[in-house]
């Protein structure tokens, strides 16, 4: 075979091949658009519902897709599928809307349960009764304590006195709710070193029982209570230390607390 007669035949066989492309291509093409339209009957049209329709804005504020009836193409039938779909979707997304709302309003009802739970607990009443019991705890603490015999009775009364000063600070402060196990942790095992060290630092404080006296009523309530300038002076110099020892622990022992 020539040269040129294979060319010719090449030639057909191109012009061939390229009507049986357009021939497909152009099926292919009218077929997508009945498909296309099909789907846009029902509102699933990958731009979105038909254009000939308007978005309007719901009762709470979201986006409803168009009217149900919006298009003259659709048979009974096909109004009512799309209509089913729209109200779901519409339903989807009040339904969201509203569980926001929900879960909103349940975060502030538990916020407002604990700020009245903490307001209950540290009420005068209630934080009195607690104070009392852990007034009680130390004074009995001390009476039991062999170590305890080289201070007065009305010294020991002071150290419990100093102790619970101490507690209250710490409680209030940090607004701490304490269940017995907690409040007894802090008692038994933080504030007796703490009250010894208060003992000793009150025989350095006080040169006399007056001033032992005024020291006592400044423990009960320090925010009422005014000292002596000389005998302010001397408590601010020997009593510091024991805080600070105690008020640490107090802060490490804090996480297990909360």
Same mark, same amino acid.
């Given at each position: 075979?020539?040269?040129?007669?294979?060319?010719?035949?090449?030639?057909?066989?191109?012009?061939?091949?390229?009507?049986?492309?357009?021939?497909?291509?152009?099926?292919?093409?009218?077929?997508?658009?009945?498909?296309?339209?099909?789907?846009?009957?029902?509102?699933?049209?990958?731009? !979105?519902?038909?254009?000939?329709?308007?978005?309007?804005?719901?009762?709470?504020?979201?986006?409803?897709?168009?009217?149900?009836?919006?298009?003259?193409? /659709?048979?009974? !039938?096909?109004?009512?599928?799309? !209509? /089913?779909?729209?109200?779901?979707?519409?339903?989807?997304?009040?339904?969201?809307?509203?569980?926001?709302?929900?879960?909103?309003?349940?975060?502030?009802?538990?916020?407002?349960?604990?700020?009245?739970?903490?307001?209950?607990?540290?009420?005068?009443?209630?934080?009195?009764?607690? /104070?009392?019991?852990?007034?009680?705890?130390?004074?009995?603490?001390?009476?039991?304590?062999?170590?305890?015999?080289?201070?007065?009775?009305?010294?020991?009364?002071?150290?419990?006195?100093?102790?619970?000063?101490?507690?209250?600070?710490?409680?209030?402060?940090?607004?701490?709710?304490?269940?017995?196990?907690?409040?007894?942790?802090?008692? /038994?095992?933080?504030?007796?070193?703490?009250?010894?060290?208060? !003992?000793?630092?009150?025989?350095?404080?006080?040169?006399?029982?007056?001033?032992?006296?005024?020291?006592?009523?400044?423990?009960?309530?320090?925010?009422?209570?005014?000292?002596?300038?000389?005998?302010?002076?001397?408590?601010?110099?020997?009593?510091?230390?024991?805080?600070?020892?105690?008020?640490?622990?107090?802060?490490?022992?804090?996480?297990?607390?909360?």
């Amino acid at each position: 075979m020539s040269t040129k007669n294979t060319a010719i035949i090449g030639v057909v066989l191109l012009l061939v091949l390229g009507g049986v492309g357009f021939f497909i291509y152009t099926t292919m093409m009218s077929q997508h658009e009945r498909n296309s339209v099909d789907l846009e009957k029902f509102g699933f049209d990958l731009t !979105g519902a038909p254009s000939t329709d308007e978005a309007s804005v719901g009762v709470l504020g979201t986006t409803q897709l168009p009217s149900t009836f919006g298009s003259g193409q /659709l048979t009974p !039938g096909e109004r009512v599928v799309h !209509g /089913l779909v729209r109200d779901r979707n519409l339903m989807i997304t009040e339904n969201q809307v509203l569980q926001k709302e929900i879960d909103a309003l349940k975060a502030q009802i538990a916020r407002l349960e604990e700020s009245l739970k903490v307001s209950e607990h540290f009420s005068p009443e209630s934080f009195n009764q607690e /104070l009392s019991r852990v007034g009680s705890m130390l004074q009995i603490y001390l009476q039991q304590s062999p170590d305890v015999a080289r201070f007065s009775p009305f010294r020991q009364e002071t150290m419990a006195a100093a102790g619970l000063m101490e507690y209250k600070r710490f409680v209030e402060s940090n607004h701490l709710m304490l269940d017995s196990a907690q409040r007894t942790r802090l008692v /038994l095992e933080y504030l007796p070193a703490y009250m010894f060290c208060v !003992g000793d630092a009150v025989q350095l404080a006080a040169n006399n029982m007056r001033e032992e006296q005024l020291i006592r009523a400044y423990f009960n309530a320090p925010d009422t209570t005014l000292l002596p300038e000389e005998l302010q002076e001397d408590l601010e110099t020997v009593l510091p230390p024991c805080q600070q020892e105690l008020r640490t622990q107090f802060q490490n022992e804090l996480p297990n607390l909360r």
